[in-house]
């Protein structure tokens, strides 16, 4: 070993150690736990996590929430990033930290606003009744449309600052020489700029897709009973069912099926990205 | 004509979705503030009256004032703890080359991007085994670990802004490593680590999924938010909601600024 190399490794040891140990080896306690009990290894909790009739609702109700969460949070989130990069200045130092700012709040504070404006007696009722426009008070909170309203609040700062980070890195000579050429903007920004943006679209979708599959707040707080997460069901064999084997198993399976959805993502989408080997990128 | 017209449509309409979309994001952090200082004892919309006891409920109080002290504490631990591990583990990904570097960088993001409950329940699980369940030194622990990537990615993009110059410069006047780095990259990187402490500090003291696995008698602020919330509804949770978010506005703020003009890029951080 040189002297360069073994410092390096000294630097290293530390916080290797510390991820190996709070990360690499509660994940090595997950498998365990799904694989093995007191006599040796066991398919019984996986095969429970994959048959059970409530599980799999569950888990598939989870996928499609967090797919649902993801697109729209990409969907509302694209026009913002484009504008953000679109500016200069302090104005957009502004406008980003607006963005920026909601992000830093508590997850828990930013849905407990939401109880307040969706519930029964709430703001938003309350400026219906008032505007005559209902009667009586709509049932807003406890509904799945309440955990996406604020699960895409949650999430909508994180996709919006990745796609505006992919969009600053854009070349903008290239946009310019396709107008100079005769393109209409509309065909400029549709032939050059979305697929150079994809590449930060597709990040994204699937990182906010990931961080959806593990959301337990929101469900807990503005959903209604049937709107339940894997990841409340997770919690409950821990807590109560004690069943830690069974929330293991499910864990991993949760973990499964996200790794799954986010490669099929990366294939699927990745064909309609360009690169920075196509030379769109600022270097 | 339809490319012009698109064209002057977008630039018209474009501002007018983004303050709808900011409105979206911000009025319901707003929303909380004057229910909080309502003087009823349940929630009501519009507040009545004008009242400090519920920020005097959460300050005197024996169980919010100890979790805040907790929060306070463990913060400030998991602050310092990730911000030296993370500078370790940055001054080390510097000194690879280029692809090792980015590969040993993505290792250490990894725990970022496993939904928060499956690493609740693996901490759940070998704490438990390790007898260190519930104890403070398990919560310490597991939060220098979330707190580690955004740490290693802060400091990593700070060390490779300022280049190893600096510091072989010094060295070559006859500094130690170890006098190189306290002279000269240190006080270069000062910022950066100040930052890098305020945001382990911030996810420290926002965490709620692993802490309610694992914390067991140690109440954090989270924890005794998400217990009240579900159990009874006075403003004391609009009051301490205010108070997080108010503490938000003082710390990030400036920080977003100070990054925004140091650099453009680099931005984009990894939570939750």
């Known amino acids: 070993m040189t002297n360069r190399s ?11 150690g510390l991820t190996i140990f709070a990360f690499i080896l509660p994940m090595v306690e997950v498998i365990r736990w799904s694989f093995f009990d007191g006599q040796g290894f066991t398919s019984e909790h996986i095969a429970t996590a994959l048959t059970d009739e409530l599980f799999v609702q569950v888990l598939l109700q989870t996928i499609v929430l967090s797919a649902q969460v993801a697109a729209l949070c990409v969907i509302i989130g694209y026009p913002v990033a484009y504008y953000l990069s679109m500016m200069s200045g302090p104005l957009q130092r502004l406008c ?77 000579t290239l946009i310019r020489a396709a107008r100079v050429l005769g393109a209409p903007p509309s065909a400029a920004f549709r032939v050059i700029f979305l697929p150079l943006s994809m590449n930060g679209v597709i990040s994204s979708a699937v990182l906010i897709f990931i961080l959806s599959l593990g ?69 | 004509m339809k490319g012009t017209l698109w064209d002057s449509l977008g630039r018209s309409l474009l501002p007018l979705y983004f303050v709808f979309v900011v409105a979206y994001l911000v009025i319901p952090l707003l929303i ?30 024996p169980g919010w004032l100890k979790a805040f002290q907790t929060s306070l504490l463990l913060g400030v631990i998991t ?18 080359h280029r692809k ?30 390790l007898g260190l369940l519930g104890t403070f030194t398990g919560l310490v622990i597991m939060h220098v670990m979330m707190a580690l990537p955004l740490v290693v990615v802060t400091m990593t993009a700070a060390l490779r802004q300022l280049g190893e110059g600096l510091s072989l410069a010094a ?19 000062a ?23 694992i914390s067991g008698s140690h109440v954090t602020m989270p924890v005794r938010i998400w217990a009240d919330v579900k159990q009874e509804l006075t403003p004391v949770v609009p009051a301490a909601a205010t108070l997080l978010t108010l503490l938000v506005a003082v710390l990030v703020v400036p920080i977003e600024l100070y990054r925004q003009r140091a650099s453009i890029k680099d931005r984009v951080k990894l939570q939750m």
């Open chain 2, 32 to 61: 909380v503030v004057p229910l909080s200082f309502s003087d009823t004892t349940y929630l009501v919309f519009p507040p009545r009256g004008f009242s400090w006891r519920w920020y005097s409920e959460i300050f005197l109080n």
């Open chain 1, 6 to 16: 073994r410092t390096t490794a000294l630097l290293l040891a530390a916080p290797m």
């Open chain 1, 96 to 172: 980003v930290l607006l963005i920026t700012f909601p992000l830093w709040v508590s997850v828990l504070v930013r849905t407990y606003a939401w109880i307040v404006v969706l519930g029964r007696e709430g703001l938003l009722n309350l400026m219906l009744i008032e505007l005559g426009i209902v009667g009586e008070p709509l049932k807003l909170i406890f509904t799945r449309g309440a955990v996406l309203v604020a699960s895409i609040q949650v999430l909508l700062p994180l996709a919006v600052l990745i796609m505006y980070g992919a969009m600053s890195q854009i070349n903008r």
């Open chain 1, 215 to 283: 959301f337990y707040v929101t469900p807990a707080l503005v959903g209604g009973p049937r709107d339940i997460m894997i990841s409340n069901v997770i919690a409950t064999q821990i807590n109560q069912t004690l069943d830690w084997g069974l929330g293991a198993a499910l864990g991993i399976v949760l973990l499964a099926a996200g790794l799954m959805v986010a490669g099929l993502t990366y294939m699927v989408l990745g064909r309609f990205a360009a690169t920075a080997n196509d030379g769109g990128i600022r270097s």
């Open chain 2, 171 to 189: 060295r070559v006047l006859g500094a130690t490593p170890l006098k190189a780095f306290i002279h000269v990259t240190f006080p270069a990187v």
């Open chain 2, 79 to 96: 602050a310092v703890g990730a911000t030296g591990l993370g500078t370790l583990a940055a001054m080390a990904i510097v000194r690879f």
């Open chain 2, 191 to 213: 910022p950066s680590l100040a930052i890098s402490a305020i945001f382990a500090f911030f996810i420290s003291f926002d965490e709620l999924i692993i802490t309610l696995f």
């Open chain 2, 100 to 129: 090792t570097s980015f590969t040993i960088g993505a290792a250490f993001l990894v725990p970022q991007i496993v939904p928060a409950v499956i690493t609740a329940l693996g901490a759940f699980l070998l704490l438990n085994a």
